[in-house]
Nanobody, 114 residues
């Protein structure tokens, strides 16, 4: 399984970005996809997850600002990020979990700065 993320960039505080991640390979119909992020010098933290059935979970720090969605037909997951803050600056990683396996994509940098 391979994952390819895109959509990062530089945005001003209060702005918006949309991240996309497409998975390919031997993907099971039941899985969980999601996003984590890692800021310099910090651990990698969960941002949002979504199951193949559509159940979502968010970190408290992004609730009400970020929205995760997926397109099962395209094996893709998206992260709509609004009202971005400087503390959202990090490398964002998408991942897919199925059965006992977890797969990670290369990160995409999100920088929130004026």
């Amino acid at each position: 399984v391979q994952l390819q993320a895109s959509g990062g960039g530089l945005v001003q505080p209060g702005g918006s970005l949309r991240l996309s991640c497409a998975a390919s390979g031997n993907i099971f119909s039941i899985n969980t996809m999601g996003w984590c992020r890692q800021a310099p010098g910090k651990q990698r933290d969960m941002v949002a997850t979504i199951t193949s059935g559509g159940s979502t979970n968010y970190a408290d720090s992004v609730k009400g600002r970020f929205t995760i969605s997926r397109d099962n037909a395209k094996d893709s997951v998206y992260l709509e990020m609004n009202s971005l803050k400087p503390e959202d600056t990090a490398v964002y990683y998408c991942y897919l979990k199925q059965v006992q396996w977890a797969y990670w994509g290369r990160g995409t940098q999100v920088t929130v700065s004026s």
